[in-house]
């Protein structure tokens, strides 16, 4: 898996030379040695100047993957438990206290294309390039046997793997066990479907969001779109808001939300129903239904640069049908989950909604992906999630 090969740069100031761990294949000038996809080769300037070793794929727009500056250090299984180490170790401080968070995030960790997340003692894997595809089974058997992993599932059921020239796959990596895994958040129970939930079966990047909800919701009439398992909703539910009402357009959703709400005993609380949010909100507002607490978590608008400005209209749209159905003191709750929905946009996209609903916003509090999901500076790619609360004056 490590090759002899050696990777030129083209002359001139790259990313890579700055922190940032990706080299285009636009970047490179040439190559000395052989290699196949997927190995760990070693990575120049032009002028001679070590950058690093990284997984090469000349089939990707993405042709070098850095993992680690250093030439001298040999890319082996101990290499790969160091880094897991340092990843538990990180997570040990920031997540103190915590059964189920993201483990590996990718780049961040110094790991590129991986992810691992955590359920208790079972283990989800996501692999999103060839090089670290082909040490799949090394990063298995050291979450088994440094990590206390029980099982592992594999979750790269995504698009993106074509980007690498990869197929979509999903399923055990260890001997099998019951997908369905119970885990616990914020003080709320939640049954997550690991084999078959959106994402790796839960969305931990906003476990410290759901939380900062608590202090606005008690006593208050909460509506919670795109509400997925339920997990906004039972926050707002156990924190005391006097009535919840999750929505979501899958059905299959809607109906793990309610298990979750009895499996917390909050379904006299907490109720949840199968509708369009855009429609629900339209209808309602004409309706004249109002409510003290609108939560907004939609999927990503947008994956692409190039589709950024249909994301602007449909946040856009979801904000202002929102807003109409606050009243004065009554506080949005809204997120973008991505990357190419940059913060000040998505910032001036909100302000537009207000203006199209005539309503005035004071910003109570802004948020990002909670630190187990930590953001590389020199990596913007890593930075994805904004979380904001407003009131309406």
């Not at 260890?174 to 078959?196: A, H, K, M, T």
């Not at 449909?314 to 990357?339: E, F, K, M, Q, W």
């Amino acid at each position: 898996m490590n090759s002899s090969c050696t990777v030129y740069l083209k002359h001139g100031n790259h990313a890579v030379q700055k922190g940032h761990p990706w080299v285009y294949t636009d970047e490179i000038d040439s190559f000395q040695g052989h290699y196949e996809n997927g190995d760990v080769v070693s990575v120049f300037t032009a002028k001679g100047q070590a950058v690093g070793q990284a997984f090469i794929n000349d089939q990707s727009r993405i042709a070098l993957r850095l993992l680690t500056r250093e030439l001298t250090e040999t890319v082996d299984e101990a290499f790969f438990a160091r880094r897991l180490r340092l990843a538990a170790a990180y997570r040990a401080d920031v997540m103190a206290g915590e059964s189920s968070y993201r483990l590996v995030h990718g780049e961040s960790d110094g790991l590129p294309g991986l992810t691992v997340d955590r359920y208790g003692p079972y283990f989800v894997l996501q692999s999103l390039c060839l090089g670290m595809d082909r040490w799949k089974k090394t990063i298995v058997d050291l979450l088994i046997r440094d990590h206390g992993a029980l099982g592992v599932l594999e979750r790269s059921d995504v698009r993106v793997r074509a980007l690498e020239g990869m197929a979509q796959t999903k399923g055990f990596l260890s001997d099998p066990f019951d997908p369905l895994v119970e885990i616990e958040e914020n003080g709320v129970r939640y049954q997550c479907d690991l084999l078959e939930g959106q994402k790796t079966g839960f969305f931990l990047d906003q476990k410290e969001n759901r939380r900062a909800i608590h202090r606005i919701v008690r006593g208050k009439r909460v509506l919670d779109c795109f509400t997925h398992t339920g997990s906004f909703a039972l926050n707002a539910a156990k924190a005391g808001a006097a009535s919840v009402l999750g929505i979501d357009v899958s059905a299959s959703a809607v109906a793990l939300a309610q298990k979750n709400a009895a499996l917390n005993g909050l379904s006299d609380t907490a109720r949840f129903e199968t509708h369009n949010a855009f429609d629900a909100l339209t209808q309602w507002a004409k309706e004249g239904q109002t409510y003290e607490v609108v939560i907004l978590d939609p999927p990503a608008f947008t994956k692409s640069r190039a589709a950024t400005s249909g994301a602007v209209r449909g946040y856009r749209d979801i904000n202002l049908r929102g807003l109409r159905l606050l009243a004065p003191g009554g506080y949005l709750v809204t997120c973008s989950c991505s990357h190419f929905m940059k913060e000040e946009l998505f910032r001036k996209t909100i302000l537009e909604a207000a203006q199209g609903a005539n309503r005035l916003l004071r910003q109570v509090e802004f948020r990002t992906q909670s630190p187990d999901h930590p953001i590389l500076m020199m990596a913007p790619e890593t930075y994805y999630l904004k979380f904001f609360i407003f009131q309406v004056l």
